[in-house]
């Protein structure tokens, strides 16, 4: 419920147009699966500039109002979500192309753009935009900056941040800073753009990016190969990497969400598959295929079972269902908790396997899928969004999950961020000097804590505060 | 000259094979290119490993002892020369391999290995650390991480920073920091390891680092063509990129430097040649051959002359030629003063005539070369190093070139990063809340400012401090 008082204040700073006073509801929740995390917003603002940005930040901060930026709100970990009032900033109207020269492969483009309406530029140039997150056609940008997100082609690719070359970034207590831009190399300052993105909107509200491109692949080819067990499917992923083979893209799921997603792939599923591996090879026609043909003959050993389409159409129609499995997961018992942890590659295996176990002692059918390639597991505990026990039981299970994902040596994050979600688990994984240096970077950015409050917190003891 | 007293008490925290009693001006200086830039120190320590580095740095907090971290000393913009005293931290003994997984694509190395040696142990296990400064058989990695090192085939494959992904690293008052790992997407935290890297040892001493490695590329096929005018070459250069081919290496020298270097060109130079671009093609053999067909036909448009070797002597040869660039050019007058901007691809022959037009304002020869597909020249001014007329005239002419740099929308610095050369110079590309965050950073990481003082700070007014 937003406050008429608080509207009456922005309209001092902002037009009419930029403030929403009916269906302000779209704008507290997000995507935290099995969670239904919803917050409270004094008002929802949607700026239709950089500067009614700047204007809003200067304000909120001469008021000591919080601010909570939000992109397509696709997020899992609660990142954009108000939890308690303050202004939400949606970026969905600042959806310009500032420029584009495809044939220096560089655009900027403003925060709101969906991510899929970039790749959508790329590829009518013949570019590539190569991160490809879930939820494309939702999220933003400017959220994909903030979360750094990845993707199955983060393989070969990297993540987000890795095609960002400037930004233009809102800071407290108000400025429009911009670093780097259509340049592709800079180390005059510390780096400040990489600073930003991933920081989850708790250092400033990203307004707008440079983006490098590449021209897009000729052609891409998946291979996907089912094994009967985990260990012959972590060792087939093992051996691409072992025979240098540079695949797009290397993802797995296990035998139960090969058992939820199972009945829409769109090839037969041997009854004996407890695990497939989807491995891409790319490039020109005739590279793409010779790598196609060592995926192939690597991936074969071992397996019950290979699909591998080489049409169009039958190419999409697999990564359709790839992009499926996540909601067919969750189709199993109406929601889920899964934590996007990531471990060393050779401790991959175990990490699968311990999911599982983790979830044996809480009681919860759990199950993994993700970006093998990358170690980056999205590990599942089935529960009934209603079902407190086991959404209880499922907190506990996550603790666990991120204290394995340590102990292997790993992150407890790969790609959905801290939010409000993973609030204190850094501190797991980093020690007391890097925590201090986490907290001291904040305050330089944001001296009276009022971005995105409650989010991306490094340490149980700050989340108290 | 190194203090006798402070010596001594060094030993109540570093074994006496750490520190340095002769041969101590071996590591005062750096190449600082026709400037002679020397420095002293009240001791040099050779630490043996990353708690001894940490015992200095926490001796030299809590005596107030500057402490200057330093690599194999072939930086370009004095950054690890001692300029007032205090502690040369060298990391040269500080050079073994933690781990080497070549089968998993990666290695942890600590930080005063030299950058030819992480490039051997990778290659001779058929792997790739692409990363390719000048001077690799010298520079450190711990070095090329502080400065985030380019390189001819950053064009494809990026700076140093994109190829780590873990950094052990000693920040104040001494305490050992990890951040990352052996993993290849962290989300967890703020990006610290980008912070680290490319902070020029202002913010920490980088003492490890594990890096990624890839498949090394089956075949490299360079092409060279020679063109008559700077804009017939410039255009040839986006060509490559209008094509849509992604050359691992996109290099270019200018008529005068073309001069400097030409007669031991491994192939005849055409009289009228005034420019020449060198594109190399990689990848498996066919993709690498398929590649070079292609950019012979783009280059060969209006070119002069072309040369394309096949053979992997005549392929070494050229490169062997493009790394002896700088020194041809360094023996016209036996000193340069050469600063490494950034501009817009689009922008690269503007950047090219308007260093010779700063030159002759100052009555200098100039020439420029480099990385051209990243908008990256090493923009020159020609000056006998003993001509202080000429030097004067030379530190007027470069600031003309940062001022160049910033009003095409480019950076002061690719690759050489600012040291003491280019101190002040980022407040010309950065606003003033951008800058503050800088110091504010450096206070965060550093507050007594004991670390590398002098260096890389971004305005005059922090340098006068």
Not at 88 to 109: D, M, Q, S, T, Y
Not at 239 to 248: I, M, S
Not at 390 to 412: D, K, Q
Not at 419 to 424: I, T
Request: net charge negative; aromatic share 6%; charged share 20%.
């Amino acid at each position: 419920v937003a406050s008429a008082a608080l509207e009456r204040d922005l309209g001092s700073v902002l037009p009419p147009e930029s403030i929403v006073l009916e269906g302000t509801a779209a704008y507290l929740g997000d995507e935290t699966e099995g969670r239904g995390l919803h917050g409270r917003a004094d008002a929802v603002v949607l700026p239709g500039s950089a500067d009614e940005v700047a204007h809003v930040l200067a304000w909120c901060y001469e008021h000591d109002v919080p601010l909570v930026p939000r992109g397509g709100g696709t997020g899992f970990a609660g990142g954009a979500v108000p939890l308690d009032g303050g202004v939400v900033v949606g970026l969905e109207r600042l959806a310009g192309i500032r420029a584009f020269e495809p044939l220096l492969w560089r655009i900027c483009v403003e925060a709101g753009m969906t991510t899929a309406t970039v790749r959508r530029l790329a590829r009518e140039n013949g570019l590539l935009f190569p991160p490809d997150p879930g939820a494309a056609e939702q999220s933003q940008i400017g959220g994909n900056i903030a979360t750094n997100a990845g993707g199955p082609h983060t393989f070969k690719y990297g993540t987000t941040g890795s095609w960002v070359t400037g930004l233009e970034v809102v800071v407290p207590p108000g400025e429009i800073v911009s670093v780097g831009g259509s340049i592709r190399k800079d180390v005059a300052g510390y780096d400040l753009k990489s600073l930003v993105v991933g920081s989850e909107g708790t250092l400033g509200i990203v307004t707008a990016a440079w983006l490098r491109l590449i021209p897009a692949p000729e052609a891409t080819f998946p291979v996907a190969a089912f094994y009967a067990a985990t260990h012959e499917g972590c060792a087939a992923i093992e051996r691409v990497l072992g025979n240098g083979l540079v695949a797009a893209a290397l993802e797995y799921l296990d035998r139960t969400t090969l058992k939820a997603a199972g009945s829409s792939f769109p090839a037969a599923v041997p009854s004996e598959a407890a695990f497939v591996v989807i491995a891409e090879a790319d490039g020109s026609r005739s590279e793409a295929d010779g790598l196609r043909d060592d995926l192939l003959d690597v991936l074969a050993d071992g397996a019950v079972a290979v699909h591998a389409p080489t049409e169009p159409s039958t190419i999409a129609e697999l990564w359709r269902w790839r992009e499926g499995v996540s909601i067919a997961v969750t189709a199993q018992r109406g929601g889920k908790v899964s934590e996007d942890i990531v471990v060393p590659l050779d401790r991959l295996g175990e990490a699968i396997e311990e999911t599982l176990a983790i979830g044996a002692r809480h009681g919860l059918p759990a199950c993994s899928f993700g970006h093998a390639g990358d170690g980056n597991l999205h590990s599942t505990f089935l529960v009934a969004p209603d079902d407190e026990d086991a959404l209880a039981e499922a907190a506990l299970a996550a603790e666990e999950l991120f204290a394995l994902a340590v102990r292997l040596g790993g992150s407890i994050s790969g790609e959905h961020g801290v939010g409000w979600v993973k609030r204190g688990q850094l501190a797991r994984q980093w020690g007391p000097r890097a925590l201090e240096l986490h907290a001291e970077i904040k305050r330089a950015f944001d001296p009276k804590g009022l971005l995105n409050p409650g989010k991306k917190l490094a340490t149980h003891e700050a989340a108290r505060i």
